[in-house]
């Protein structure tokens, strides 16, 4: 049964066909990584062999592909370093680690798609700030506000 490579493409950037995914350019050699997961290519066009995580934060990984997509997951939704940790089972040098590497190439990848943007107007829907905190034990009212001084 052949393995589908047509979500890949070349990404020798000198290659006529680097990036162009379903060209027909890429073809399977061999099964790589720890558990026999990562399928390995060849370009037919230049000749270069590369994984199919070249050029991802998943180049050289280490960790299972469920636990980094964890922890990213956690840190995604807002969960903090050290919680992010925790919940996943992981030193917090390993959770700082990936989150340079997915947020590098976040921003690497927006770079590339966000360009030539004609943007006529902005909206900011969502502006907040502070604007005070109650203070003190609730007076006999129930308000819990300290009184005003006027």
Do not use: Y
């Not at 680690?97 to 997915?102: C, D, G, I, Q, V």
């Not at 360009?115 to 907040?128: C, G, S, Y």
């Not at 905190?133 to 819990?144: L, R, V, Y």
């Amino acid at each position: 049964m052949p393995v589908d490579v047509s979500d890949l493409c070349c990404v020798n950037s000198p290659c006529p066909d680097a990036g162009k995914r379903g060209a027909g350019n890429v073809r399977f050699v061999r099964w790589t990584g720890l558990n026999r997961d990562i399928r390995f290519v060849r370009c037919r066009t230049c000749r270069a062999e590369f994984s199919e995580r070249k050029g991802t934060p998943m180049f050289g990984a280490r960790l299972p592909q469920q636990e980094i997509f964890s922890i990213v997951q956690h840190l995604a939704e807002g969960d903090g370093i050290r919680k992010t940790a925790r919940l996943t089972g992981h030193g917090k040098d390993t959770v700082l680690s990936w989150l340079r590497k997915a947020g590098t190439h976040a921003k690497d990848f927006h770079d590339q798609k966000a360009r030539h943007l004609d943007v006529p107007e902005v909206q900011l829907d969502e502006k907040w700030s502070f604007v005070g905190k109650k203070t003190g034990p609730p007076d006999a009212g129930g308000s819990g506000r300290r009184p005003s001084g006027r």
